[in-house]
Every structure is written in C-alpha cells, then in structure tokens.
C-alpha cells in the first residue's frame, strides 16, 4: 500500500507536470508587438480597414510616416502632425496638429475622423510581416511598410 501512494505521489508530482510542459505549443501566428525601431524612418500606407482590403478610388492613399525622433506625418484628407509615444503596444501621437477640410468621400471623412481618434487617443498596434495595425473602439486600420526614410 505504501508503495502504491509512493508511485501516485511520483506521478502527480514529477510525471503530470513533466508532460503538460511537452504539450505546450507556441501560437505562432500572434502579431508581435510594435518596437520603435519598427516605426523609425518608415513610410507605411494603408492597405485594410476592419480586415477588408483598401483600395483609393481619389488616386490619394492614405499614409504615415515616422521620422527619426517618432515624429509623425500622415494623410487622409487632411494632413498632420505631432511627436508620437510609444508605450508599451499603445501608438500615441501628443499635441497633434491637422488640417482642418472636410474630404469630398464621406467614406474618407469617416477614415479621417476614425484615424484621428486613433493617434489622438491612443490605438492598440502591432507590428508582423511589413504590416502596421492600429486598432481602437472595435475598429482596426492596417498599414503595409511601403519605403523607409532617409
């Protein structure tokens, strides 16, 4: 009897714990999370919105560009601005500044307002395979690394 409780204890103490480490499996399809040395010196333009391909009918493609000091510049229909901030996987753009005209598209001037929100208040990214995702507010805006700047 003695050895029986011996052998379950060796199991449950050894055995078990040494086999679900086995199976464990990395996701490897997870978007990894966004460094500065991702963003710096890099032009992306957009290329999806909520998962569904981007494509211009006005010729304009939406962009952004991330200088050396996260300084950001960027397009919709209006142009803007500001220092960006990098905390953690949250993309922040302070003291933004834009023009203020309203797009021709309301579908742009939905896109414009939804980035703007995104940069002002802070937007989830990631950062896998050349694409740049902002999300916020169930909203998702994907950006594909199009050159880097000199």
Known sequence: MKRVILL??????????LTACGD?????TAAAVVAQKDLINNNFVLSAIDGKPYSSSAGEIPYLAFGADMQISGAVCNQFTGKGELTGA????????S??????DQALNALDTTLSTMLTQGASTTFKDNKLTLSRDNRS?????KSKTQ
Not at 10 to 17: G, R
Not at 141 to 145: A, R, Y
């Open 99 to 104: 023009t203020e005209k309203p797009c021709e």
């Open 90 to 97: 949250t993309l922040m753009v302070k003291d933004m500044v």
């Open 8 to 17: 379950l204890a060796f199991c449950c103490l050894v055995v078990l714990p």
């Open 24 to 28: 464990q499996k990395q996701d490897t």
């Open 141 to 145: 805006l994907e950006f594909t690394l």
